[in-house]
């Protein structure tokens, strides 16, 4: 994290961001969003049919990591940072009415009425919380995999996510995780704007960095990806894209 910006200052300025995405979805970003969004990243069109709306407009995720986690009837799921609630629902599907999916996210905004959205859709599987992924409000060993869609960047203590990610996995347990990295080091004037940090840009580690702070965590990496098909759309945004090498990968890491 930049020196310039504190921690206080950089969950003040996500939260407004995701307050906005989650209240009126379709105000300008420096990200896309929605459902065109979802399917070019790979989602199924046909299954989304099955998602309620209103988590698929808010849809602000960078990559599409299910052929990763492969989840499987009667499982259990953690969704970080579940925001849209999109990709806890689509969960809620692979895992069916035997398994549970649990989403988490810090904005209050993402997560009032969602409990009743899911309900009120016939997701009797699905359950959110307001909390952070830094620390983690479950027992060890209570979830099968991890999943997590354009989230830790946001986070200036990406260790600590992961090894909480890690404590809350039953042994054997799986993470697929779709992230912004940067290929470059980010230089002070991006990483101490508050407005890019929130945007996915600001907090991007290096690859390397990223999968070090992984494994350092517990987990053996078992697959990186980069996600072709995301771009970050507002001329800033694309403009420290295009010159520090910001994109989007997919992962998947095994405890
Ligand atoms: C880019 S959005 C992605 C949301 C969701 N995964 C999706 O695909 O639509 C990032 C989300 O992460 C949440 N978030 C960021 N930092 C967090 C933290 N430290 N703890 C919990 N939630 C966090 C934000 O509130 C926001 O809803």
């Not at 299910?66 to 806890?88: C, Q």
């Not at 992984?214 to 420290?240: D, H, P």
Request: with cysteine; aromatic share 8%.
């Amino acid at each position: 994290m930049s020196e310039a910006l504190g921690t206080d200052k950089l969950e003040r300025e996500a939260k407004s961001t995701y307050r906005d995405v989650a209240e009126s979805a379709d105000a300008e970003f420096h990200f896309e969003t929605g459902r065109d969004l979802a399917v070019r990243l790979g989602h199924d069109a046909d299954e989304l049919d099955y998602v309620p709306d209103a988590a698929i407009d808010s849809f602000a995720g960078v990559g599409y990591d299910f052929d990763l986690a492969e989840l499987e009837p009667g499982e259990d799921v953690l969704d970080l940072g579940s925001g849209s609630r999109m990709d806890a629902f689509v969960a809620g599907l692979h895992v069916t009415e035997t398994g549970a999916v649990t989403g988490i996210d810090m904005t209050t905004e993402q997560v009032e009425k969602t409990n009743d959205l899911a309900a009120d859709n016939g997701f009797h599987n699905l359950t959110f919380r307001e909390g952070y992924i830094e620390v983690l409000p479950f027992e060890d060993a209570s979830f099968d995999a991890v999943i997590s869609n354009g989230v830790i960047n946001l986070s200036a203590e990406k260790l600590t996510v992961f090894e909480e990610a890690n404590r809350v996995l039953k042994p054997g347990g799986r993470s697929a995780l779709s992230d912004i990295i940067s290929e470059q080091r980010l230089p002070e004037s991006i990483k101490s704007d508050a407005g890019l940090w929130a945007a996915c840009i600001g907090g991007a580690e290096q690859i390397d960095s990223y999968t070090t702070f992984i494994e350092a965590a517990g987990f053996s990496v078992t697959e990186v990806r980069e996600t072709e098909r995301y771009e970050l759309i507002s001329e800033r945004a694309a403009n420290a894209c295009d010159k520090y090498g910001v994109k989007s990968v997919s992962l998947g890491a095994t405890k």
